[in-house]
């Protein structure tokens, strides 16, 4: 029920407001005014302001329901202003309506006056910059345009489904219609302001349920009466868009126009200045000239630079159309055989965007030089500027040159540095219109890329298994020998004929270089045959190391199999390629093509495993599998060279009979062929697998050998059967899938061997080389009248851990390509794979550089924040990329050992230093890549990175000081592995040098663990750091009596006799001095390194004694000297001592001659061996009595001196005896027999203890 909005109804909901006030509403009757509001909008509106005041000056109600009202009452409002909203749009809605035919009208008319053609006068007089304006002006509108044209052509999707909301809409008012009449009809006593409230709303709600069904028929209607001008509005849009854009391209092509006209009058302006110039200002003029000329070229490159964007973007806006209406299309009808057929055929429309990636790349680089060159140009015209400062710049330095008029030379040189100014400015906006095209030209062909690659993969996802054509049927027999006829007829060959004749006679340098080519491959095939069977022969004998055999036997298996290939290659290269050829032309030139390819890949098996060939040869691939192979390759490449031929050539053309039955029976061979040739390559009992089964008897490829064998086969088959039933497409992209596949795999597998082969040699070279340098140390150690020694070899190489490192690390990642390649061949097919991108984990963002036009026409470049989305993809590449990091870095040392530092003259120090920074770079850059690909990039993660650094760097500092200094010794190299070094009490040989720690092991093989900042922070001896030669010191005692100059000689001959020590510097005997019971020489020679030291000590010591025999000369023995304080018993019971007390000889002992008087007895002394370089003791007490007796070798000689009995024995003193006795039969200390009174250098008077 409508109400009439009047004022005497408005007072009259005051005066019932007033009444409500007082606490008294009556009753109201169940009649429609109940069910609807009795007011207008506006009064509605101004009764709920009035209830919200009264409520908020009322004492009489609690702040709970003060606050339920006000939000009942806001709501009312809130549902008003919708009522109204309503209200607005069923008024435009009947407008639209009304005035629909006469819009009709109207706009048919407009279309009717708009011309097919505009073209636009431009007035003489404007300049490039004016229509520069204009266009930017036209290209803004046609911007709105194209916005207008798309809001016209989505409109008919709009308004379907506007439809099926209103009509959902529709049986939700009426149920919400139903609901709120109930509610009003329910009697209300008027007694509680909230049921007040409530019922108001209620009403308010009622008033725009109805308002909005009214509102969504006025929209029907609106939608009928512009039925018919929707094409009409959607025509005109079109219509004008198309004219902006030929008035856009009219104004471009004058711009450019006068552009390349202005430029060459300029340049013709400045060549003839040029000659015409003073000769002081020639140089200047020239440069103008120059300048000139370059503008020219410039004006050339943006004419160039428009064609190409036009062309671009009106691809573009085919591929988004295209796009478009697939997608309407399929959302329409669904994925119907038809809808199939057309969505295949517009794929193939679409442009190839491989091309285009690669002038994206190639353009990155040219907006760079660009933009320099602005700069270059803009620092000259900043220095041209000020034309009379530099005027009297160029007359200064001209001042003295002889012949030159100031006054005449003045205007001259002012009116070319004037010229030059405007060449600049011209060339500047030149290069910023240049620059502007470049940005224009790659965000379309970006932009290009990227929906092409979208559309591609829209079509792919949704035309796989939809059939494309009819199951094979008798009627096909025939469509096959008309395709037949058509593809190989003598009238199709004739035209073929002529095609090859036009393309040498207009191409002859092509064809004759073709020639050059194919023709000595062919005919020089046998000789190349020969030559592969000849290095076979050659690399089968075990000490070949020359992998650059191998490399050239690889080269020869490729020329062999592209003998064959090339000519039929080059031939549907050349029928293919001219942009006008006929469609037999093409078809056939594709198909050859296609021949060419499959006839080399298995031509290249076929060869590969040839007797003697790279397979048996050279890879040592087992004798079942290379016949397999061999046999398997050798029948099908002629057959599927041929099958490939009909296949390619009928899927070329357009009659879709023909490639649906002679193609598809073509298709069908070929999958026959192949199946038959898997059966006889991958049988168990003799093929490729057969030695591998053998030899892993029970595992998992033998125990599952009766599924992959029969399924290798039948896959074939079932794809022939797919093709055969309809599935033509869905077959064909399988089986090219698959056909690459097996490609990958044979080249993963050939490039496996190959690098296995590169590691067999190079471990093999090594080993040679290794024997060599030990045969030759052999042969210098058992020459002895070699002058000099050769240098040592460096230290050993472990050729076992290098080439298990390797062979790791190359089989790792060959099986992570080979697991990539197949992911990519196959994520576009199989939805497994695809699910990985759209398995969205979590949001992160990108920093990008981009080139932006600004509003005012300016270019710059800004860094922006693109969202992405890390996919599960993205996290098992991160994975696989940390996986091969930690692989790498514990294998990286035997790749470097083989591919570049046994080329190097390091030496072991340098070659682990090198392969421990290897090792930390690639830990460095696998964790950033890794982090990268999840989204943690180093701007995300720096500053939490750099907080945990500081906070570990507190924690364990001691760890981080170790790590720094591991880092400091791998690059400044104080110590090296294979290093002799002395840290603390500790000598040994330097073993490896870790991220903590550095391994010591010393001459008991015992190892010691040094923290790496032991040797940063505290001192550290090198034997071997920069020079190896060291010192050999070995004392010599002799008796005394001795002829001292024989003993010279004798020394100094053992020491020049050997054949390790070193002739420079040269032996040194020193006779050092009187010992006590001996004449003590000192021989110093010097060895090359440490490697024999203990060695050649031995072989000198035992060569000295030999010869001192020889001589007669006696090594003193050496004479200790125990006095002993009280021994009563012992003498007692050797009957050593007389009634006086005094020592008398007895039982072999004699007492010295001269014994001491005084009562104090002198302390034992012990004779060190002749080798010690120090004395302890009396070095003034007599030797002994020519009569006493000898000791044995080795044995100290005991005398009893002042042996003074004392009246009772200390507990101490028994202790002293056993101390003293261990002392007497102890050797020297190895300390002792290490001191030298005569170091070569400070701090080396030592050499390490062995």
């Known amino acids: 029920m409508r109400f009439v909005c009047g004022q005497g109804m408005r007072w009259a909901w005051f005066l019932l407001l007033a009444a409500m006030l007082c606490g008294r509403w009556a009753a109201p009757s169940r009649g429609s005014e109940n069910t609807t509001p009795p007011a207008s909008d506006d009064a509605i509106a101004e009764l709920i302001q009035l209830r919200v005041r009264q409520i908020e000056q009322s004492p009489g109600l609690d702040e709970s329901t003060r606050k339920t009202l006000k939000t009942v009452y806001d709501e009312a409002q809130q549902t008003l202003a919708k009522v109204r909203e309503w209200s607005e749009k069923t008024t435009q809605f009947a407008q639209t309506a009304l005035h629909a035919p006469s819009m009709l009208e109207q706009t048919k008319a407009e279309l009717a006056a708009q011309p097919?053609?505009?073209?636009?006068?431009?007035?003489?007089?404007?300049?490039?910059?004016?229509?520069?304006?204009?266009?930017?002006?036209?290209?803004?509108?046609?911007?709105?345009?194209?916005?207008?044209?798309?809001?016209?052509?989505?409109?008919?999707?709009?308004?379907?489904?506007?439809?099926?909301?209103?009509?959902?809409?529709?049986?939700?008012?009426?149920?919400?219609?139903?609901?709120?009449?109930?509610?009003?009809?329910?009697?209300?006593?008027?007694?509680?302001?909230?049921?007040?409230?409530?019922?108001?709303?209620?009403?308010?709600?009622?008033?725009?349920?109805?308002?909005?069904?009214?509102?969504?028929?006025?929209?029907?209607?609106?939608?009928?009466?512009?039925?018919?001008?929707?094409?009409?509005?959607?025509?005109?849009?079109?219509?004008?868009?198309?004219?902006?854009?030929?008035?856009?391209?009219?104004?471009?092509?004058?711009?450019?126009?006068?552009?390349?006209?202005?430029?060459?009058?300029?340049?013709?302006?400045?060549?003839?200045?040029?000659?015409?110039?003073?000769?002081?200002?020639?140089?200047?003029?020239?440069?103008?000239?120059?300048?000139?000329?370059?503008?020219?070229?410039?004006?050339?490159?943006?004419?160039?630079?428009?064609?190409?964007?036009?062309?671009?973007t009106q691809l573009l806006h085919q591929v988004e159309d295209q796009f478009k209406r697939a997608r309407e299309k399929v959302d329409a009808v669904g994925l119907t055989n038809a809808i199939g057929l057309l969505l295949r055929k517009q794929r193939d429309a679409l442009p190839n965007i491989s091309q285009r990636r690669r002038d994206l790349s190639a353009r990155q680089m040219l907006i760079a030089e660009t933009q320099l060159a602005l700069l270059q140009l803009r620092d000259q015209r900043a220095e041209s500027a000020d034309v009379e400062l530099r005027t009297q710049q160029m007359m200064a330095q001209l001042a003295g040159a002889a012949g030159v008029d100031s006054a005449s030379l003045g205007p001259l040189v002012r009116d070319a540095l004037r010229s030059r100014k405007d060449y600049l400015d011209a060339l500047i906006n030149d290069h910023h219109a240049y620059f502007d095209k470049l940005v224009d030209l790659d965000n379309a062909e970006r932009r290009l890329v990227e929906a092409t690659e979208q559309c591609a993969r829209f079509i792919d996802e949704r035309v796989l298994w939809i059939t494309s054509d009819a199951p094979l049927q008798a009627d096909d027999l025939r469509h096959g020998r008309d395709a037949a006829w058509w593809l190989l007829g003598p009238e199709g060959w004739a035209e073929i004929g002529r095609a090859l004749i036009d393309d040498a006679v207009h191409k002859p340098a092509m064809l004759l270089l073709a020639l050059l080519v194919i023709v000595p491959l062919i005919a020089l095939r046998p000789a190349l045959l020969r030559r592969l069977r000849e290095l076979g022969e050659q690399v089968r004998k075990a000490n070949c190391y020359r992998f650059s055999l191998t490399i050239h036997a690889l080269v020869l298996t490729l020329l062999v199999s592209a003998a064959w290939a090339a000519p039929a290659a080059y031939v549907g290269w050349r029928l293919a390629a001219p942009f006008d050829a006929s469609e037999l032309c093409k078809a056939v030139g594709t198909g050859l093509m296609a021949a060419a390819r499959a006839f080399f890949v298995i031509q290249l098996i076929y060869v590969s495993c040839r007797t003697a060939g790279l397979a048996e040869a050279h890879f040592a691939w087992s004798e079942s599998a290379v016949r397999a192979l061999r046999h398997g390759a050798g029948w099908l490449r002629w057959p599927g060279a041929a099958m490939a031929f009909l296949v390619a050539s009928l899927d070329q053309q357009s009659n879709d009979r023909w490639d649906g039955s002679l193609g598809r029976l073509a298709f069908i061979a070929g999958l026959l062929l192949s199946s038959l040739a898997l059966q006889r390559i991958l049988r168990p009992g003799g093929g490729v697998f057969h030695q591998w089964l053998i030899e892993h008897r029970g595992g998992w490829l033998d125990r599952l050998r009766y599924l992959w064998y029969p399924a290798a086969v039948l896959v074939p088959i079932a794809l022939a059967l797919l093709a055969a039933v309809g599935y033509y497409y869905t077959a064909q992209q399988l089986a090219a899938r698959l056909a690459l596949t097996a490609y990958l795999a044979f080249a993963f597998v050939l490039l496996r061997s190959l690098l296995l082969r590169w590691i067999l040699v190079s471990r093999r070279k090594l080993a040679i080389e290794e024997a060599r340098r030990r045969r030759a140390q052999l042969e210098a150690a058992g020459d002895e009248n070699a002058a000099e020694l050769p240098t040592p070899a460096p230290a050993e190489r472990d050729l076992a851990a290098i080439n298990t490192q390797t062979r790791r690390l190359v089989e790792y990642t060959l099986i992570v390509g080979a697991l990539l390649s197949a992911w990519m061949v196959w994520v576009d097919v199989t939805p497994a794979l695809r699910f990985l991108n759209e398995v969205r984990l979590w949001e992160t963002t990108v920093i990008e550089s981009v080139v932006e036009k600004t509003p005012s026409g300016t270019i710059e470049n800004r860094t922006v924040e693109r969202p992405t989305a890390v996919t599960l993809a993205n996290l098992i590449l991160a994975l696989v990329v940390l996986g091969m990091t930690v692989t790498a870095a514990r294998n990286i040392p035997g790749l470097l050992e083989l591919a570049l530092l046994q080329h190097l003259p390091f030496d072991a120090g340098v070659r682990y230093a090198c392969a421990t920074v290897s090792r930390y770079l690639i830990v460095i850059v696998g964790l950033t890549t890794s982090c990268g690909m999840i989204g943690l990039s180093w701007s995300k993660v720096q500053w939490l990175v750099a907080a945990v650094g500081v906070g570990l760097g507190f924690g364990l500092q001691e760890i981080f000081a170790n790590f720094v200094s591991g880092l400091i010794i791998l690059l400044e190299r104080p110590i090296r592995v294979g290093d002799v070094i002395t840290v603390g009490e500790v000598n040994g040989k330097v073993a490896r040098i870790r991220m903590r720690a550095t391994t010591i092991v010393d001459w008991d093989r015992k190892e010691l663990i040094v923290p790496n900042k032991e040797f940063i922070t505290g001192r550290v001896l090198n034997w071997t750091l920069s020079d190896q030669v060291n010192r050999l010191v070995i004392n010599v005692g002799v008796a005394y009596g001795s002829d001292t100059q024989k003993t010279t000689e004798l020394l100094l001959r053992a020491a020049k006799e050997h054949p390790l020590v070193l002739d420079d510097p040269a032996p040194q005997v020193v006779f050092h001095s009187f010992g006590s019971s001996s004449l003590d020489f000192v021989l110093r020679c010097f060895l090359p390194n440490m490697d024999n030291r203990n060695t050649v000590l031995h072989e000198l010591n035992s060569t000295i004694d030999r010869l001192f025999r020889e001589a007669g000369i006696e090594i003193a023995f050496p004479q200790q000297d125990v006095h002993i304080r009280t021994l009563p018993h012992l003498a007692h019971a050797l009957g050593l001592a007389s009634a006086d007390g005094n020592a008398t000889t007895g039982a072999g002992l004699h007492a010295p001659t001269s014994a001491p008087t005084t009562g104090r007895p002198a302390p034992a002394r012990y004779e060190a061996s002749p080798l010690s370089a120090d004395r302890s003791g009396d070095d003034n007490a007599a030797p002994p009595s020519p009569g006493a007796i000898a000791p044995p070798p080795g044995k100290p000689t005991l005398r009893f001196d002042s042996a003074q009995q004392p009246a009772h024995r200390r507990p101490s003193d028994r202790g002293s005896d056993r101390a003293l006795d261990r002392s007497a039969s102890q050797p020297a200390s190895p300390a002792a027999l290490r001191q030298s009174s005569d170091p070569v250098r400070p701090a080396q008077n030592a050499s390490p203890e062995k």
């Open 116 to 312: 097919a053609e505009r073209t636009i006068v431009v007035p003489p007089e404007a300049t490039i910059k004016e229509i520069e304006q204009a266009i930017v002006n036209r290209e803004s509108e046609l911007g709105r345009l194209r916005a207008e044209l798309e809001r016209l052509e989505a409109e008919p999707k709009r308004r379907a489904a506007q439809r099926e909301q209103n009509a959902q809409r529709i049986g939700e008012l009426r149920q919400t219609l139903s609901k709120l009449g109930a509610e009003l009809q329910t009697p209300n006593d008027g007694r509680d302001p909230l049921a007040d409230a409530r019922r108001l709303l209620s009403w308010v709600q009622h008033r725009a349920a109805e308002q909005e069904l009214l509102a969504i028929d006025r929209q029907a209607a609106a939608f009928e009466a512009t039925a018919e001008l929707l094409p009409v509005q959607r025509d005109l849009a079109q219509r004008r868009v198309v004219l902006a854009e030929q008035e856009i391209k009219q104004l471009q092509e004058l711009v450019n126009a006068r552009r390349q006209a202005e430029a060459a009058r300029q340049a013709q302006t400045a060549k003839l200045d040029a000659l015409r110039a003073h000769p002081a200002v020639r140089r200047l003029a020239e440069e103008n000239a120059a300048m000139a000329e370059q503008r020219k070229e410039i004006a050339q490159r943006i004419t160039a630079l428009t064609s190409q964007l036009e062309q671009t």
